[in-house]
């Protein structure tokens, strides 16, 4: 690693630390064709691998802002036990943290929450940095903090809408273009995507998990990865073959409101 870079990366990690809130935009989609439920993540901060939170015939959490991985445990336990989407989101909040390693309260907490049958509920915070919002789409939520402006949330929606093919390349496009609507205001550093599938014998239901962590194209490089990563099921690879308006490739629709 050279000397730059090594600056570069120290510089980041010091603006981070002193930075009140985590900027983060992510969203969640369903596939009711596959039984899929996936999330995907965008951030600044070093890495986002403590954001979401899925599993298989429960459903998948995005937890930000003041992320603590015991929202998204939380926001599964309760899932598990039969809450709806919004009575688990209530039941989060109530039961949440008023503090974190970093500092702050619960009232800069964002998370959604999405059951194994596509249904979605989420709470932005009072506290959280503006722009600071969700949106519920056809089979998708979508949420950010600290971000540009509302088009990033509604573009998230938009591009997830209207692009064509598996659950995986929607995901990557709606965060493509929410990226394209300005994205998070402190820049990128790190994205995820997590997708489990209901019905499936995988370990907690996981087909698809990759993350990029410390990059400064950190899309760029997930979507590479998602390029070689192995097809999550038959179903998935008769999608691929046939799959509409080159859904593979970059999508940056903006939301026209």
Not at 102 to 118: C, L, N, P, T, V
Not at 152 to 172: C, D, Q, W
Request: glycine content about 12%.
């Amino acid at each position: 690693m050279s000397i730059m870079k090594t600056r570069l990366i120290f510089l980041f990690f010091l603006g981070w630390l002193v930075t009140p809130c985590n900027a983060t935009y992510s969203i969640l989609g369903f596939d009711p064709e596959t039984g899929e439920i996936g999330g995907g993540v965008q951030s600044c901060v070093p890495t986002v691998t403590m954001v979401l939170h899925g599993e298989g015939d429960v459903g998948m959490v995005a937890a930000q802002g003041r992320p603590r991985p015991e929202y998204g445990k939380a926001g599964l336990k309760y899932l598990r036990s039969g809450f709806d989407p919004l009575r688990a989101v209530r039941a989060v909040h109530e039961g949440g943290f008023f503090f974190t390693p970093w500092g702050g309260s619960k009232y800069e907490m964002q998370f959604a929450i999405m059951d194994r049958q596509g249904r979605a509920a989420a709470y932005t915070g009072p506290q959280c940095s503006d722009y600071a919002g969700h949106q519920i789409g056809r089979h998708c939520i979508a949420q950010g903090n600290l971000v540009e402006s509302s088009r990033v949330v509604s573009g998230m929606i938009y591009a997830f809408e209207t692009t064509k093919g598996p659950l995986k390349y929607r995901l990557m496009a709606a965060l493509e273009a929410a990226q394209a609507n300005g994205g998070d205001r402190r820049g990128m550093m790190s994205a995820a995507m997590l997708i489990v599938k209901n019905g499936s014998k995988e370990k907690n239901g996981v087909v698809l998990d990759i993350a990029e962590n410390m990059n400064f194209l950190p899309l760029v490089g997930l979507r590479a990865q998602l390029s070689k990563a192995g097809r999550s099921s038959p179903f998935d690879a008769r999608l691929d073959a046939r799959k509409e308006n080159g859904s593979s490739a970059p999508n940056t629709s903006l939301r026209r409101p």
